[in-house]
């Protein structure tokens, strides 16, 4: 008999979520848990989503516009771009899994830097694609060059991550364009831009200032972060029309919900909340950097809402001992990061404890 699965799902190792909050408390037998593991938005959701939700409710019993016609133009002119550009989904996950049903075959590869975001690595193999995975260089930094290298007539996808995730590093226009120069132009590059708004570095370069140029480049945007709308699911893409065209055809029917337009509608309009989450991230990503080297543990230049901690020991044991004291991060051995954690940016409040539960476990 031919096994149920196919192989590559027989040996498929499903993405690790953060731990819960409650899970926490129920295991350990505490209360009042913070959770600085999943880089959400400490500050909440933005208040006019809410009320935006809340209204939307009362109309759940009719299926919600498939197209989500009012939400695309408004994220539409919020970014500069036109309407048959942008492509919504279920969270910037979703548009990873239909970028690669697109435009993949399994005769073709995807190519990854080895230790950034698992999410690609995994939605690659769930469809049976091929993927070379290269190296990051000194610092926990992209190795673009090594990347242009590894391109060859199979490639048909590449996935770079900036600022990335796990490990808050970034890579600046000029390396960005050259690599963009470097590629065939048959080669699907997807710029995932999750955590761009919190950047603050006049370097960096967006997709969706440079997909006009280079049509074979694709941005990705989640209401995730910035607009504290992890639990909602909704995210975007920024592409070449003729793309995005293709996308629409194998995207499933009202893949984002009534309430979930709504929310990304209000939460654009919704600029203080935004300002206020920007400005509470960089006080916290100032406050880890002077604190958590007092400790001995190393940091990257974080560009994001997170710190990519080293902590020169198995990050695991202090992952576990942070738990005991209610304190909730992300190992990253997961990741090919063994001696790592990633702490998200919390209020002021949650970071001081983080850090004073980091003093007693490394004492």
């Given at each position: 008999?031919?096994?149920?699965?196919?192989?590559y799902?027989?040996?498929?190792?499903?993405?690790?979520?953060?731990?819960?909050?409650?899970e926490?408390?129920?295991?350990y037998?505490?209360?009042g848990?913070?959770k600085?593991a999943?880089n959400?938005?400490?500050l909440?959701?933005s208040?006019?989503a809410?009320?935006?939700?809340?209204?939307a409710a009362?109309q759940?019993?009719?299926?919600?516009?498939?197209?989500?016609?009012?939400?695309?133009?408004?994220?539409?002119?919020?970014l500069?771009?036109?309407?048959e550009e942008?492509?919504?989904?279920s969270?910037?996950?979703?548009?990873i899994e239909?970028?690669i049903?697109?435009?993949?075959?399994?005769?073709e590869?995807?190519?990854?830097?080895?230790?950034?975001?698992?999410?690609?690595?995994?939605?690659?193999q769930?469809?049976?694609r091929?993927?070379?995975?290269?190296p990051?260089?000194e610092?926990?930094?992209y190795?673009?060059?090594a990347?242009?290298r590894a391109?060859?007539?199979r490639?048909r996808?590449v996935?770079?991550?900036?600022?990335d995730?796990?490990?808050?590093?970034?890579?600046?226009?000029?390396?960005?364009e050259?690599?963009?120069?470097a590629?065939?132009?048959?080669v699907?590059?997807?710029?995932?831009?999750?955590?761009?708004?919190f950047?603050?570095?006049p370097?960096?370069?967006?997709?969706?200032e440079?997909?006009?140029?280079?049509?074979?480049?694709?941005?990705l945007?989640?209401?995730?972060?910035?607009h504290?709308?992890?639990?909602?699911?909704l995210?975007?893409a920024?592409?070449d029309?003729?793309?995005?065209?293709y996308?629409?055809r194998t995207r499933?029917?009202?893949?984002?919900?009534?309430?979930?337009?709504?929310?990304g509608m209000?939460?654009?309009?919704d600029?203080?909340h935004?300002?206020?989450t920007?400005?509470?991230?960089?006080?916290?990503?100032?406050?880890f950097?002077?604190?958590?080297p007092k400790?001995g543990?190393t940091?990257?230049?974080?560009h994001?809402n997170?710190?990519f901690?080293?902590?020169h020991?198995p990050?695991a044991?202090?992952?576990?001992?942070l738990?005991?004291?209610g304190?909730?991060?992300?190992?990253?051995?997961g990741n090919g990061?063994?001696?790592?954690?990633?702490i998200?940016?919390?209020?002021?409040?949650?970071?001081?404890?983080c850090?004073?539960?980091?003093?007693?476990v490394?004492?």
């Amino acid at each position: 008999m031919r096994p149920l699965v196919p192989p590559y799902v027989e040996t498929l190792k499903a993405y690790v979520p953060g731990k819960p909050i409650e899970e926490t408390e129920r295991e350990y037998g505490l209360t009042g848990v913070i959770k600085l593991a999943s880089n959400e938005n400490p500050l909440g959701p933005s208040p006019r989503a809410v009320e935006a939700m809340r209204n939307a409710a009362g109309q759940v019993n009719l299926y919600p516009d498939a197209t989500s016609f009012h939400l695309v133009r408004r994220l539409a002119a919020h970014l500069g771009v036109k309407p048959e550009e942008v492509v919504l989904g279920s969270g910037s996950n979703e548009l990873i899994e239909l970028l690669i049903r697109t435009f993949t075959t399994p005769e073709e590869e995807i190519l990854l830097c080895k230790g950034s975001f698992p999410a690609y690595r995994i939605s690659a193999q769930a469809h049976g694609r091929a993927f070379v995975e290269v190296p990051m260089r000194e610092g926990f930094r992209y190795n673009l060059e090594a990347m242009a290298r590894a391109v060859t007539p199979r490639t048909r996808m590449v996935f770079l991550a900036n600022p990335d995730n796990p490990t808050g590093t970034t890579f600046g226009r000029k390396d960005l364009e050259t690599f963009l120069q470097a590629v065939p132009k048959d080669v699907l590059v997807v710029h995932d831009e999750a955590y761009a708004e919190f950047v603050d570095w006049p370097d960096y370069a967006s997709a969706v200032e440079l997909f006009h140029t280079y049509p074979n480049l694709v941005g990705l945007r989640t209401f995730s972060k910035i607009h504290g709308l992890a639990g909602i699911r909704l995210g975007s893409a920024v592409m070449d029309a003729k793309l995005a065209g293709y996308v629409h055809r194998t995207r499933m029917p009202f893949n984002l919900t009534t309430v979930a337009q709504a929310a990304g509608m209000a939460a654009l309009e919704d600029t203080e909340h935004v300002e206020r989450t920007r400005e509470n991230n960089r006080v916290g990503l100032r406050y880890f950097g002077e604190e958590l080297p007092k400790l001995g543990l190393t940091l990257t230049e974080s560009h994001a809402n997170f710190v990519f901690v080293d902590c020169h020991r198995p990050g695991a044991a202090v992952y576990e001992q942070l738990l005991r004291r209610g304190v909730i991060v992300r190992p990253m051995a997961g990741n090919g990061h063994p001696n790592c954690l990633r702490i998200s940016v919390g209020t002021p409040q949650e970071n001081a404890r983080c850090v004073a539960a980091l003093k007693e476990v490394l004492a």
